[in-house]
């Protein structure tokens, strides 16, 4: 499903427009990502928990040419699916 689908689904289960639709899942998505930025954690009863966690540097091998390299520290989005998700 991509996000004209999810807007169509969104319009018709909800019973509003389409560019309502989309504009809620835009409010959703802005949100969901600036609070991430802050190192915050979204939680969703019953769907899922959105977190930031740090995966630290760490040595690599570029597959190419076989050579060391170094991968610098980083934060990644996680998503844990929450029970009734988990249960499909």
């Known amino acids: 499903m991509n996000k004209t689908e999810l ?9 509003l427009s389409k560019v ?3 504009k809620a899942l835009d409010a959703f998505i802005e949100t969901v990502g600036a609070e991430l930025k802050k190192g915050e954690k979204i ?4 769907f899922g928990t959105y977190s930031v ?3 630290a540097a760490r040595k690599g091998i ?14 990644v989005v996680k998503f844990k699916a929450g029970a009734e998700l988990s249960d499909l």
């Open 7 to 15: 807007i169509n689904a969104i319009s018709e289960k909800a019973g």
């Open 62 to 75: 570029n597959p190419r040419t076989k050579e060391a390299i170094d991968i610098p520290a980083k934060k």
């Open 20 to 22: 309502d639709s989309k």
């Open 43 to 46: 939680a969703l009863v019953g």
């Open 53 to 55: 966690s740090e995966k």
